[in-house]
């Protein structure tokens, strides 16, 4: 009886080892894609037998535009593609096979994009050994959820502590602020902005000193990340001006509830001259105003490819009225450094042109920092590094 009992519970090992195999699949074959190649050049493969047309599209522009580039098909239906030299850099990419775009099916690394999926790859050899993983001492990234007394309800931030911060229980730390982009949330940052890696390599150059890194979400009506709601699936990302609360400086206005979380929860230097406040397209919009509505919390600002209104002022919300005199208090507010960063490619360029002439009539000073490209993460992590090199 033994025996059989034996035998029968081998079965069912098996049985469920081989769904296990048929859940999580696997890849056959030794067909690769991408493969970076010591030139800088990336080959892109795909096996699609059925295909009559394959693309590649990604947000590199060395390849003319921003990277649509067609793959040519070879023997037993595998196409490919090489690029020409890239840039070190973190990419990201999808194919168009037949009018279909899917991520590419060899490459399990990916990411998240408001609601679209990218597969990604580096180049080295400059600012992308920042974007990856090396043997140096590394922070923690908590995910914590604070009483909003704005909404009355739970909202959740990411928060960057450096390598020293659990193990020096005595010293306290500078904090930056960093701000989303429309469509983006908490984690935005993180998986698409690699800034907990790029912190913990600056700090390991010595490039940068310690500090911690607060990620809130901007998004007044959602306390959360699409999916880490009480909405759970239902909710799903969305670009936020398609949400309730778009511009209605709820956010900006209550602010410093976040900073006043943080100071009570960390151990931060809670002065002026120990906080910074950046964001990129909607955060630099968000981060313009924060700093008007509250010019005694920073002493840093950071506007990347900054999605902003020069009419805000006509708006009917607190945040936004005496628009005038709030400029006035910020230019005679004392903080260190206003910084300003866009691409020539930037949709957003020309409002940021503007923008600047009207600082440049007030005599709000600044810096502004311009290069190629357009509204892309590859210039706003780039930007991160400048800023924080700037910093404390």
């Given at each position: 009886?033994?025996?059989?009992l034996?035998?029968?519970l081998?079965?069912i090992g098996?049985?469920?080892t081989?769904l296990?195999?048929?859940?999580?699949?696997?890849?056959?074959?030794?067909?690769?894609?991408?493969?970076v190649?010591?030139?800088?050049?990336?080959?892109?493969?795909?096996?699609?037998?059925?295909?009559?047309?394959?693309?590649?599209?990604?947000?590199?522009?060395?390849?003319?535009?921003?990277?649509?580039m067609?793959?040519?098909?070879?023997?037993?239906?595998?196409?490919?593609?090489?690029?020409?030299?890239?840039?070190?850099?973190?990419?990201?990419?999808?194919?168009?096979?037949d009018?279909?775009?899917?991520?590419?099916?060899?490459?399990p690394?990916?990411?998240?994009?408001?609601?679209?999926?990218?597969?990604?790859?580096?180049v080295?050899?400059?600012?992308?050994?920042?974007?990856?993983?090396?043997?140096?001492p590394?922070?923690?990234?908590?995910?914590?959820w604070?009483a909003?007394?704005?909404?009355?309800g739970?909202r959740?931030?990411?928060?960057?502590?450096?390598?020293?911060?659990?193990?020096?229980?005595?010293?306290?730390?500078?904090?930056?602020?960093?701000?989303?982009?429309?469509?983006?949330d908490?984690?935005a940052?993180?998986?698409?902005?690699?800034?907990?890696?790029?912190?913990?390599?600056?700090?390991?150059?010595?490039?940068?000193?310690?500090?911690?890194?607060?990620?809130?979400?901007?998004?007044?009506?959602?306390?959360?990340?699409?999916?880490?709601?009480?909405?759970n699936?239902?909710f799903?990302p969305?670009?936020?001006?398609?949400?309730?609360?778009y511009?209605?400086?709820?956010?900006?206005?209550?602010?410093?509830?976040?900073?006043?979380?943080v100071?009570?929860?960390?151990?931060t230097?809670?002065?002026?001259?120990?906080?910074?406040?950046a964001?990129?397209?909607?955060?630099?919009?968000?981060?313009?105003?924060?700093?008007?509505?509250?010019?005694?919390?920073?002493?840093?600002?950071?506007?990347f490819s900054?999605?902003?209104?020069l009419?805000i002022?006509?708006?009917?919300?607190?945040?936004?009225?005496?628009?005038e005199?709030?400029?006035?208090?910020?230019k005679?507010?004392?903080y260190?450094?206003?910084?300003?960063?866009?691409g020539?490619?930037?949709?957003?360029?020309?409002?940021?042109t503007e923008?600047?002439?009207?600082?440049?009539?007030?005599?709000?000073?600044?810096?502004?920092?311009?290069?190629?490209?357009?509204?892309?993460?590859?210039?706003w992590?780039?930007?991160?590094?400048?800023?924080?090199?700037?910093?404390?």
């Amino acid at each position: 009886m033994k025996k059989y009992l034996l035998v029968i519970l081998l079965a069912i090992g098996c049985i469920g080892t081989a769904l296990a195999q048929q859940n999580t699949s696997y890849r056959a074959g030794d067909l690769v894609s991408p493969v970076v190649n010591p030139d800088g050049t990336v080959t892109f493969s795909l096996q699609a037998p059925k295909a009559k047309k394959v693309e590649v599209i990604g947000d590199w522009e060395e390849a003319g535009g921003y990277g649509l580039m067609k793959l040519v098909s070879k023997k037993e239906g595998i196409w490919s593609y090489t690029t020409p030299a890239l840039k070190s850099e973190m990419y990201m990419y999808r194919f168009i096979i037949d009018g279909v775009t899917v991520i590419d099916p060899l490459n399990p690394f990916s990411r998240r994009d408001v609601g679209n999926i990218f597969s990604i790859f580096y180049v080295g050899g400059g600012y992308g050994d920042l974007y990856q993983v090396h043997d140096v001492p590394h922070g923690t990234v908590e995910t914590v959820w604070y009483a909003s007394a704005e909404t009355q309800g739970q909202r959740r931030l990411q928060v960057y502590l450096p390598p020293s911060y659990l193990s020096d229980s005595h010293k306290s730390y500078p904090v930056l602020y960093l701000l989303h982009g429309s469509g983006g949330d908490e984690n935005a940052w993180l998986d698409l902005g690699q800034i907990n890696r790029i912190m913990d390599n600056l700090i390991a150059q010595k490039r940068i000193r310690e500090f911690i890194v607060v990620l809130p979400n901007g998004t007044i009506s959602k306390p959360a990340a699409a999916g880490e709601t009480s909405d759970n699936m239902d909710f799903r990302p969305v670009m936020t001006h398609l949400l309730p609360d778009y511009k209605n400086g709820r956010y900006e206005a209550s602010f410093d509830e976040i900073v006043g979380f943080v100071d009570r929860t960390y151990r931060t230097d809670a002065q002026r001259h120990s906080r910074a406040i950046a964001g990129l397209s909607m955060g630099g919009f968000h981060t313009w105003m924060i700093g008007l509505n509250h010019p005694q919390l920073f002493d840093y600002y950071g506007l990347f490819s900054a999605g902003l209104d020069l009419n805000i002022g006509q708006k009917p919300f607190a945040a936004y009225s005496n628009y005038e005199q709030k400029q006035t208090t910020f230019k005679n507010s004392g903080y260190q450094l206003f910084w300003i960063a866009c691409g020539t490619d930037d949709f957003l360029y020309n409002i940021n042109t503007e923008f600047r002439k009207q600082l440049d009539e007030k005599k709000i000073p600044y810096q502004y920092r311009e290069s190629t490209r357009g509204h892309l993460w590859i210039n706003w992590r780039e930007y991160f590094v400048e800023f924080v090199e700037k910093l404390f």
